[in-house]
T-cell receptor, first 113, second 115 residues
Framework: QKEVEQNSGPLSVPEGAIASLNCTYS??????FFWYRQYSGKSPELIMF????GDKEDGRFTAQLNKASQYVSLLIRDSQPSDSATYLC?????????????FGKGTKLSVKP | DADVTQTPRNRITKTGKRIMLECSQT?????MYWYRQDPGLGLRLIYY???????NKGEISDGYSVSRQAQAKFSLSLESAIPNQTALYFC??????????????FGEGSRLTVL
């Protein structure tokens, strides 16, 4: 069973701080990794995707991937109350599951003013 | 208008009833998916379809069936609804051709309550 693990939280950070969200995955052959943000009662929306080892930055968001450790993370700099949401890590399956995204259970982030 | 449209958005039904959730998309994507979301359990894949003639079971297909009527339409049916099928259901699309990211584009969700 392919798995994607996330700390469910809640993760609470003060406004302006860095929020660090972590994810591990079991399928060593996975090549594509995604971070989605989901506000309560709404549909998930893509924040970042990353394919290569290392860091990928987009505005206040940085995704980090380490395939050897099967670990992907999302850093949110200068956190804002509007960043309060559940963050879902998703990993594309490998082989027969290629093209399917396997989701973690999500980490709930709360940014306190 | 939304690129991925789900109907109904909310539905309350009784145990044993047949329910259909419909999904249509204007993105021109070949791949369509049905997920369910329960509190604390994340998104779990029910069924997926990579083209009109391709239907595949996901992680939790028992109790569900699907129909891919056209490239743009993918319906999910609960033949005899039971209370533990109460959940938020999402339809999603994707494309995996060269140049596409493989990201999922979600509909707004259909909240189903089975009494």
């Amino acid at each position: 069973q392919k798995e994607v693990e996330q700390n469910s939280g809640p993760l609470s950070v003060p406004e302006g701080a860095i929020a660090s969200l972590n994810c591990t995955y079991s399928d060593r052959g996975s090549q594509s990794f995604f971070w989605y943000r989901q506000y309560s009662g709404k549909s998930p929306e893509l924040i970042m995707f990353i394919y290569s080892n290392g860091d990928k930055e987009d505005g206040r968001f940085t995704a980090q991937l380490n395939k050897a450790s099967q670990y992907v993370s999302l850093l949110i700099r200068d956190s804002q109350p509007s960043d309060s949401a559940t963050y879902l890590c998703a990993v594309e399956g490998y082989g027969g599951s290629q093209g399917n995204l396997i989701f973690g259970k999500g980490t709930k982030l709360s940014v306190k003013p | 208008d939304a690129d991925v449209t789900q109907t109904p958005r909310n539905r309350i039904t009784k145990t044993g009833k047949r329910i259909m959730l419909e999904c249509s998309q204007t993105k021109g994507h070949d791949r369509m998916y049905w997920y369910r979301q329960d509190p604390g359990l994340g998104l779990r894949l029910i069924y997926y379809s990579f083209d009109v003639k391709d239907i595949n079971k996901g992680e939790i297909s028992d109790g569900y069936s699907v129909s891919r009527q056209a490239q743009a339409k993918f319906s999910l049916s609960l033949e005899s609804a039971i209370p533990n099928q109460t959940a938020l259901y999402f339809c999603a699309t994707s494309e995996l051709d060269r140049g596409d990211t493989g990201e999922l584009f979600f509909g707004e969700g259909s909240r189903l309550t089975v009494l």
